[in-house]
């Protein structure tokens, strides 16, 4: 591939991701053929353990390259080692348990009258309980064969399991698709490119805040929230007045913090996300396998992850490539937020280049956003003890480990009372107990 004079030519990259016969995996291959100049691959390996799923997503996956003509080649295996040999950068999207545990995250917490949702709660905690040693055993297998590949993490809980990668020493950056998506939405309403607006996007993963939009230097967001804060507002599902009041756009997420009671009547009321998205499954993996089919379809954006492609592509590039630019990523506090511990995962721009990435400095947070994150941050911790009970040479008894769970959970804003926490407690570990070795 041709290089601009006097340019250092295009490594030629081989990336693997680890659950690659997940759905979104054809909008990551569809980014990957349309900005293969930014990220030049020579070979993508999709690593899961469902031959089935590896066969349909794979094969449409290389269906998708042919289209668009990328001369990389694509392959796809159950085995982790020999999948990730090579590799210089690993991409994590796991779902330890599937849609049936996502399912059971989002419904058991309404029990007790506390939100039922895959990533906040009681129920993120269970999906980090079951995640965190999976990463963590296979990050060791990467290190193993690779030392020097990084690994890019999208596998909710995002800053946890980040904060796990991190605290064990390897070379990991954590992603997710909140901020692009409202780069995109902002550019959208403002009638400019996305290139242009750039975000003060400040928090922890899933509890965020855009307090500035800048484009050319100047803060519309006061005319963004003027002239499309009925719009904003719908988009979050939060009332209009609330944007006003605060003068910032929340993230989504923060829905399950500023209206959690509305919420958990909400969900007692509708469907799962979890049985939405296993129909949704469903029907693209039966699409997958039509070998008529090359390229991503439009169901899938009901799927979620809108940009994800965009955003992995941008990031692993800045990682292999050593070009700089500045990235939102899940990364290492180190002082940026001096309320926070130096080891506390934060989602703030950052300067993105081979040494991994570092925090933009960002003005002072509000007492209003920085108790809440204080809080969570306090929680994200426990919540990683909690996950790494039994590894470490801990004594995995299920008694020290059940403690440390209750811990998490009293811990964590949404939940905060003795009652809640002790039932949630015994439900978390119920539902969990398979993928928890010492419960």
Excluded at 400 to 419: E, M, N, Y
Aim: charged share 20%; hydrophobic share 40%.
């Amino acid at each position: 591939m041709p290089s601009p004079q006097g340019a250092t030519p295009h490594p030629r990259v081989k990336l693997a991701v680890v659950g690659g016969g997940s759905t979104y995996t054809p909008e990551l291959v569809d980014g990957f053929a349309r900005l293969r100049d930014v990220l030049p691959l020579a070979e993508l390996v999709l690593v899961d353990p469902a031959a089935d799923r590896l066969e349909l997503v794979g094969g449409l996956a290389r269906r998708i390259f042919a289209k668009q003509g990328h001369p990389g080649r694509i392959s796809w295996t159950s085995d982790l080692d020999a999948g990730v040999d090579g590799a210089d950068a690993v991409l994590l999207q796991l779902r330890i348990g599937g849609q049936a545990a996502r399912q059971q995250d989002e419904t058991w917490p309404l029990e007790c009258g506390c939100v039922g949702q895959e990533t906040t709660g009681a129920g993120g905690l269970a999906k980090a309980l079951r995640t965190v040693p999976v990463v963590l055993d296979i990050a060791e297998r990467v290190r193993r064969r690779n030392p020097g590949a990084w690994i890019v993490d999208f596998t909710n809980p995002v800053g946890i399991v980040t904060r796990a990668l991190l605290a064990h020493g390897h070379r990991a950056v954590g992603l997710c698709n909140v901020a692009i998506g409202f780069q995109r939405k902002f550019a959208a309403l403002l009638g400019v490119s996305p290139g242009e607006v750039e975000l003060e996007h400040i928090g922890l993963n899933h509890l965020t805040w855009e307090r500035a939009v800048r484009v050319g230097g100047e803060d519309v967001l006061p005319r963004l929230l003027a002239e499309h804060g009925d719009t904003l507002a719908g988009h979050l599902r939060m009332p209009r007045p609330l944007l006003d009041r605060l003068g910032v756009v929340p993230s989504y997420y923060l829905r399950y913090y500023y209206q959690h009671d509305a919420v958990v009547r909400e969900l007692r009321g509708t469907p799962s996300r979890a049985a939405e998205v296993a129909a949704i499954e469903r029907q693209l993996l039966e699409m997958y396998g039509d070998p008529a089919l090359d390229e991503k379809p439009e169901l899938l954006s009901r799927r979620g992850g809108a940009f994800y492609s965009e955003a992995a592509v941008a990031l692993t590039s800045s990682l292999l490539r050593d070009v700089g630019g500045t990235q939102v990523v899940n990364t290492l506090n180190r002082g940026t937020l001096p309320f926070l511990p130096d080891d506390a995962v934060i989602e703030v721009p950052a300067t993105v280049d081979s040494t991994g990435a570092t925090p933009l400095p960002v003005r002072p947070l509000e007492p209003l956003y920085a108790g809440l994150v204080a809080h969570v941050t306090a929680y994200e911790h426990l919540a990683l003890e909690a996950a790494l009970w039994g590894r470490d040479g801990r004594n995995a008894d299920r008694s020290g480990g059940r403690d440390a769970v209750f811990s998490a959970l009293l811990a964590h804003p949404l939940i905060g009372q003795t009652d809640h926490a002790d039932r949630l407690t015994d439900e978390l570990l119920a539902h969990n107990r398979e993928h928890l070795t010492w419960a």
